[in-house]
């Protein structure tokens, strides 16, 4: 589980806040070790205090993470794509509850009770190492 909190916390704006509790993909950008962003679509919840996003620490975002905590997370209204929210700031890697988090973001993007599948057996969450981004 990742979590990303700016430089000075600002509060998600009442307005925006269903932007991160309805199902709706976001975009997180990292920074690679060259320097260069690196963008990947994924998953977002709110936890009543930040945005969170899922990933394991093997994926570029998960490598990119460990290296440079500088991200920024933008999610588009569907309905109204002038509507957005983007979150900047430095991510905070949360190992503990991460694939808890997971289910819980599989459960609400796709209503299947986990990500793993006969295509993506749950034993290979043991080979797993995730981590939750969290975004104030």
């Known amino acids: 589980m990742t979590a990303i909190a ?3 916390p600002v509060a998600i704006p009442a307005s925006h806040l269903d932007l991160l509790t309805r199902p709706i993909p ?5 920074l690679g070790a060259d320097g260069q962003p690196q963008s990947s679509l994924v998953w977002v919840d709110f936890d009543g205090e930040c ?3 899922n990933t394991t620490l093997e994926r570029q975002k998960g490598r990119n993470l460990l290296a440079n905590p500088k ?3 933008l ?4 309905a109204n794509t002038a ?6 700031g430095d991510a905070e890697l949360v190992t503990e509850g991460a694939l808890e988090h997971l ?3 599989t459960r609400r993007y796709t209503r ?5 599948t006969p295509f993506d057996p749950f034993d290979r969450a043991d080979r797993q190492y995730r981590a939750s981004t969290v975004e104030p």
């Open 51 to 53: 945005a969170r996003v």
């Open 112 to 116: 299947h009770p986990s990500l793993f």
């Open 6 to 8: 700016p430089s000075r």
């Open 103 to 105: 289910h819980a973001l």
């Open 26 to 30: 976001g975009v997180l950008t990292t």
């Open 83 to 88: 509507r957005f929210i983007q979150i900047r």
């Open 75 to 78: 999610v588009v209204d569907p």
């Open 71 to 73: 991200v920024s997370l």
